[in-house]
């Protein structure tokens, strides 16, 4: 099975940046598709960045612009860099990982095209 752990959050003001890791483990893991998610107390996990195994990127229209999510895959390592937080930012933010192949190239951006999840790392955006 595939083991996520997600590192990098905390307590910034707005206007700051953070830089999120998860180390993955796996066989093949330049082969997975990667994601973050995020979730606020009392609501739905929402997508926010995917990344295929050649580096194709898709971003939440909430995110575009100010994060950039990127693979080293040597590493076994996603990295999702956000910069100027903003306060609806905060959440838990989860790592998720595809193994489950499809068309080559593909980004998935729901929960459900997502096979494994890290525990997630707080974020929190004070204005």
């Known amino acids: 099975q595939v083991q996520l752990v997600e590192s990098g959050g905390g307590l910034v003001q707005a206007g700051a940046s953070l830089r999120l890791s998860c180390a993955a483990s796996g066989r093949s893991f330049s082969t997975y598709a990667m994601a973050w998610f995020r979730q606020a107390p009392g609501k739905e996990r929402e997508f926010v960045a995917a990344?295929?195994?050649?580096?194709?990127?898709y971003y939440a229209d909430s995110v575009k612009g100010r994060c950039t999510i990127s693979r080293v895959n040597a590493k076994n390592t996603v990295y999702l860099q956000m910069n100027s937080l903003k306060p609806e930012d905060t959440a838990v933010y989860y790592c998720?990982?595809?193994?489950?192949?499809?068309?080559?190239?593909?980004?998935?951006?729901?929960?459900?095209?997502?096979?494994?999840w890290g525990q997630g790392t707080q974020v929190t955006v004070s204005s």
């Open positions: 998720a990982a595809r193994t489950k192949f499809g068309a080559s190239g593909s980004l998935y951006s729901t929960t459900y095209e997502y096979d494994y």
């Open positions: 990344i295929n195994w050649s580096g194709g990127t």
